[in-house]
């Protein structure tokens, strides 16, 4: 048995440790915030005590238009994120509420277009986005995004949808209910939280994508990940203009991470959590 | 609600999705039994394996499988072990608990191509990085990290992404623990230990089996990290296949013999979704 003291006591120590461990984690990200503030020479002489500077955010606003990518990069992943909604919830629902023997198979298979490398399809998507005219185009990145994130939409609501208790659907389908008044009286009131969840992590997942805005766009339709590969070749003295633009690119979804992060966790489970 | 409703509401997901398999599926099977190197335009000559043949017979083609595994496996093993670690510690309230979880969660957030470049540069700098100033101010010599030790480098890099991710699920599953069922085992005499081997961490089993899968499908296809920090090297040190199939199309331009490649990746990842869904599937019922 503990003593109410010895407890207090155990709870400081956690309360370090948990602190000491948070703040390494963060240091990082700590210091890239710092270098963006530094001149170039204060950035490599890893000096704590410095007068701080915009003068890297200026260049970097400067060598290419930010507020261009962040345009594109905000626009991608919010329509990708609505489009992937609306084909993924119907289906989220059909499985949920129709089980079939089929169901399991249909699930893991869509999973398993997730693990396919993106660069085994990049041949052909590249030749198909160059046959199109849709090379460099913000509408050729939706469409990748939202296939890309489609299974783990599917899945996430998927999980979301099986909490809803089957009495509840019952006396809504007694009632004569449609499927749009079922969908729209009985289950989105329920599952707000997972659907929530399902587009933060989508919006997520999609404003940090690097590997089709990479080989898919150029001047036009660059996205943010695509601008800090600008930054990422050493010419002289790069660190405080590497890491103002890094700053730039992350800081809008990190601070909405920060806020959403409750809503995030709730649908992150994947129904691993009962 | 008629028969064929629950069809009709399924069949967009699984038509766009069919469609983004297997256009290009077969556009790949395709490229991979001809010749064509972008780099020799009008010769699309027939010729059966050979894509295949060169690719496999790669003396890059072996290590890079090898190290696709031991990416995978290691990011995993630490990620869980320190995730599980993180989420015990964090669990019960403490002074400030919400800003250190928030601290905790941050680098989820952050996109690749900055998780690389801060790595490499601002930490893993021999000369100039933070790792180094640590490692002379306790007198020893700085690490040459991408040069010397770079899968490891990478390994470090991508546990730093995905570890927030799994201590985040294992903090949403821990709060789901009986605490009297902990209580009494306490009462009973059981030490930390014992509660922990009997009790928390079969409860977290399944959160586990749910990262270990996650991770499994983003980490298969590890590209941005490796092409922003070692490209690969040196020689083919941290090259992983998704790397190699890149290495293959877009440096030596043969997009055949890359296109060869990808079809051997798909059979890797269905082979892993096969070992998946033996692992996991049953959580989904």
């Known amino acids: 048995m503990s003593t109410p003291n010895s407890s207090a006591n155990a709870t400081i120590a ?164 449609t499927v749009w008044d079922e969908f729209r009286h009985a289950i989105l009131p329920l599952t707000m939280g997972g659907i929530a969840s399902t587009g933060l992590l989508c919006l997520v997942l999609a404003w940090n994508e690097a590997f089709w805005s990479l080989n898919l766009t150029s001047a036009h339709a660059g996205t943010l990940a695509a601008l800090i590969a600008q930054y990422s070749s050493p010419e002289g003295l790069f660190w405080a203009k590497l890491s103002a633009a890094s700053l730039l690119a992350i800081a809008p979804i990190i601070v909405f991470g920060w806020f959403s992060q409750k809503q995030l966790v709730q649908g992150l489970t994947f129904g691993a959590v009962k | 609600m008629s028969r064929f409703m629950p069809r009709v509401l399924l069949a967009p997901a699984v038509v766009t999705l069919f469609a983004w398999m297997i256009v290009p599926l077969v556009m790949t099977i395709y490229f991979s039994l001809i010749h064509y190197n972008l780099n020799q335009p009008g010769e699309h000559g027939w010729v059966g394996l050979e894509n295949f043949r060169y690719f496999i017979t790669d003396p890059d083609f072996w290590p890079s499988v090898l190290q696709t595994i031991e990416l995978l496996g290691w990011v995993i093993v630490i990620t869980v072990a320190l995730g599980v670690g993180l989420a015990l510690l964090v669990n019960d309230p403490f002074p400030g608990q919400g800003i250190v979880r928030v601290l905790l969660i941050s680098p989820f957030f952050v996109m690749p191509t900055v ?24 007198g020893a010599t700085p690490i040459d990290w991408m040069t010397d030790w770079p899968l490891l480098s990478v390994i470090i890099i991508l546990s730093w992404q995905w570890l927030p991710f799994a201590c985040l699920i294992f903090i949403t599953s821990l709060q789901s623990l009986d605490r009297e069922q902990m209580e009494a085992a306490g009462m009973d005499g059981a030490n930390a230990v014992h509660k922990f081997w009997y009790l928390t961490l079969p409860h977290l089993g399944r959160s586990i089996a749910v990262v270990i899968m996650i991770e499994m499908i983003f980490l298969m296809s590890v590209f941005a990290e490796i092409f922003t920090t070692t490209s690969g090297g040196p020689g083919n040190e941290s090259t992983n296949l998704a790397f190699l199939i890149y290495k293959q199309a877009l440096m030596s331009f043969d997009v055949g013999v890359a296109s060869a490649g990808a079809l051997f990746a798909v059979v890797l990842a269905n082979i892993a979704a096969v070992f998946l869904i033996r692992m996991v599937g049953k959580n989904l019922d």
Do not use: C
Not at chain 1, 25 to 54: C, D, M, N, R, V
Not at chain 1, 98 to 121: N, Y
Not at chain 1, 151 to 177: C, H, Q, T
């Open chain 2, 115 to 138: 998780n690389a470049l801060l790595w490499k540069h601002m930490m893993m700098n021999p000369i100039y990085g933070v790792l180094g100033k640590v490692w002379t101010f306790f």
């Open chain 1, 14 to 177: 956690r309360a370090i440790a948990a602190w000491f461990f948070a703040l390494l984690i963060f240091f990082p990200l700590l210091w890239l915030g710092l270098t963006a503030f530094k001149s170039e020479e204060q950035a490599i002489a890893s000096e704590l005590i410095f007068k701080p500077t915009l003068g890297s955010f200026a260049e970097v606003q400067q060598r290419s238009d930010y507020l261009l990518y962040a345009k594109n990069s905000l626009i991608t992943s919010v329509i990708s994120t609505i489009l992937g909604l609306l084909i993924a919830a119907p289906a989220a629902y059909s499985m949920a509420f129709f089980r079939t023997k089929k169901t399991r198979d249909i699930l893991m298979w869509m999973l398993s277009t997730k693990m396919m490398p993106a660069v085994g399809a990049l041949v052909p998507v590249y030749v198909m986005a160059q046959t199109t005219g849709m090379l460099d185009s913000l509408p050729a990145l939706i469409i990748v995004f939202t296939l890309s994130n489609l299974p783990i939409m599917v899945w996430m609501l998927y999980s979301a949808f099986k909490e809803v208790p089957n009495d509840i659907l019952e006396a809504v389908r007694l009632d004569g209910a």
